[in-house]
Nanobody
Framework: QVRVVESGGGLVQAGGSLRLSCAAS????????MGWFRQAPGKAREFVAS????????VYADSAKGRFTISKDNNQPSMDLQMNDLKPEDTAVYYC????????????WGQGTQVTVSL
């Protein structure tokens, strides 16, 4: 059974930092994209950042550029999200996702970790 587990969430003051981690297990992973998404109360889930399997290509949402850094170990189903200069609008549940479109589409989500940024 595949497990995707996030950790590192918590409460932080505006301007502070948090580091989220995600690790997947339960099968052999290969060539999966990995990414972070978030969902604030009353809002749709939105993309934050993603990284390719080898860890050498990243994509960021505009809201994350310059403040968040996504990283992963090469060829391992684990990644981190370093979040600096956090703002109250970053408050959300952050979800880890692994997905692959080919040869067989797969899509896995974690249960989420809460990030709360206070003024």
């Amino acid at each position: 059974q595949v497990r995707v587990v996030e950790s590192g969430g918590g409460l932080v003051q505006a301007g502070g930092s948090l580091r989220l981690s995600c690790a997947a297990s339960g099968r052999t992973f290969w060539n999966h994209e990995m990414g972070w998404f978030r969902q604030a109360p009353g809002k749709a889930r939105e993309f934050v950042a993603s990284i390719n399997w080898s860890g050498d290509s990243t994509v960021y949402a505009d809201s994350a550029k310059g403040r968040f850094t996504i990283s992963k170990d090469n060829n391992q189903p684990s990644m981190d999200l370093q979040m600096n200069d956090l703002k109250p609008e970053d408050t959300a549940v952050y979800y880890c996702r692994l997905w692959r479109d080919s040869p067989l589409p797969t899509n896995y989500w974690g249960q989420g970790t809460q990030v709360t940024v206070s003024l």
